[in-house]
């Protein structure tokens, strides 16, 4: 057991090694900082969708701009899309689940908004529709997937692909990712050193 154990551990830091070496991943990672930035600075806000665990992540990396990261500062615009349930299941019930986040994009995303999509395989159906009406409205895409990119390589302005297809291991590197930005983007729009 303790060996299963030990290799779980171990294939996480392979995970987030090849991340390391992986300088296009990196620069990329660099680019959504500072888009993420200068979204803010002109008044935008910065939107996040997911599911199951990627829901998680997407409600996890929102409040860290919206509530605080690593020091106390004005709070920053920035929400998961899921987090209102009964909207959620009226447009899922009524519509689709493929259309819940595509519906609250076309009603409240605006250009020069950020929205952040996180699906380990990239081709989450209801994150897809949710992309493309975004590109309709002017939004910039930001995609975390697995290796491949899925469907949502195409619509990302900036991909940030984990070069894994291990469904925990790219989970994990998404929430590193996640708080990478997270902690540039605070240090950069509020002038900090962490």
Same mark, same amino acid.
């Given at each position: 057991?303790s060996?299963?154990i030990?290799n779980i551990?171990q294939n996480?830091? $392979?995970?987030?090694?090849a991340v390391?070496?992986?300088?296009d991943?990196l620069?990329?990672?660099q ?10 600075k ?5 939107l996040?969708?997911g599911?199951? =665990?990627?829901?998680? $992540? *997407? ?5 860290e701009?919206?509530?605080?990261f690593y020091?106390d500062?004005?709070?920053? !615009? ?10 959620l299941t *009226?447009?899922?019930? $009524?519509?689709?689940? &493929?259309v ?5 994009? @076309?009603?409240? =995303? #605006?250009k /020069? &908004?950020v +929205?952040v999509g996180?699906?380990?395989?990239g081709?989450? /159906?209801?994150i897809?529709?949710?992309f493309? #009406?975004?590109?309709?409205? /002017?939004m910039?895409?930001i995609g975390?997937?697995?290796?491949? =990119?899925? #469907?949502?390589k195409?619509?990302? &302005?900036?991909?940030? @692909?984990? !070069?894994?297809?291990d469904t925990?291991? %790219?989970q994990?590197?998404?929430?590193l +990712?996640?708080? %990478? ?11 900090l050193t962490?």
């Amino acid at each position: 057991m303790s060996e299963k154990i030990k290799n779980i551990i171990q294939n996480s830091i $392979d995970v987030k090694a090849a991340v390391l070496a992986n300088e296009d991943l990196l620069k990329t990672l660099q680019q959504c900082v500072d888009e993420i930035v200068a979204a803010f600075k002109n008044g935008n806000k910065v939107l996040f969708c997911g599911n199951g =665990g990627s829901a998680a $992540d *997407a409600q996890h990396l929102a409040a860290e701009f919206s509530g605080r990261f690593y020091t106390d500062r004005e709070a920053l !615009p920035a929400e998961a899309l899921h987090v209102n349930t009964s909207y959620l299941t *009226a447009v899922a019930n $009524d519509y689709s689940y &493929d259309v819940v986040y595509s519906r609250i994009i @076309n009603g409240i =995303g #605006k250009k /020069g &908004d950020v +929205l952040v999509g996180l699906s380990t395989s990239g081709n989450s /159906g209801n994150i897809v529709k949710a992309f493309e #009406k975004a590109r309709e409205k /002017g939004m910039i895409t930001i995609g975390l997937t697995g290796s491949t =990119g899925g #469907k949502m390589k195409d619509l990302s &302005d900036y991909l940030l @692909n984990v !070069p894994s297809n291990d469904t925990p291991r %790219i989970q994990e590197s998404h929430i590193l +990712l996640g708080h %990478i930005i997270c902690q540039l983007v605070e240090e950069d729009y509020f002038k900090l050193t962490v």
